[in-house]
């Protein structure tokens, strides 16, 4: 068993907490509808022109997990109503948890 998390780095066009709200939602309910992994805002709780999301997905190989948070940033890049700034990943092995 594997897993994979991802942490992107996103600009926003918004002006309050509400309007950033209305951009951050849509997108953690796409990832998680689509992608069928989980998905938070996690970090720049304060900040209404920035955000972190956090994204996390298990699966039993390596490749697929790559694969699917492979397709989550590149959707995520395209996304017209946000700047994407950097995304990092880790992957970790139910070995490597102990």
């Known amino acids: ?7 992107v780095d996103l600009l926003l066009p918004s002006r309050s907490l ?3 709200r209305s951009v951050v939602r849509p997108l953690l309910a796409h990832l998680r509808r689509e992608y069928a992994v989980a998905a938070a805002e996690a970090g720049h709780l304060e900040l209404t022109g920035r955000t ?4 996390s997905v298990v699966a ?3 490749a697929h997990c790559r ?3 492979d397709g989550c940033e590149r959707w995520l890049a395209a996304e017209p109503h946000v700047e994407f700034v ?3 990943r880790t992957y970790v092995s139910d070995e490597e948890m102990g």
């Open 18 to 20: 509400k309007q950033k």
């Open 60 to 62: 039993a190989d390596m």
């Open 67 to 69: 694969d699917v948070l």
């Open 86 to 88: 950097v995304a990092r």
């Open 52 to 55: 972190q999301i956090g994204v």
């Open 1 to 7: 068993m594997y897993a994979g998390v991802m942490s």
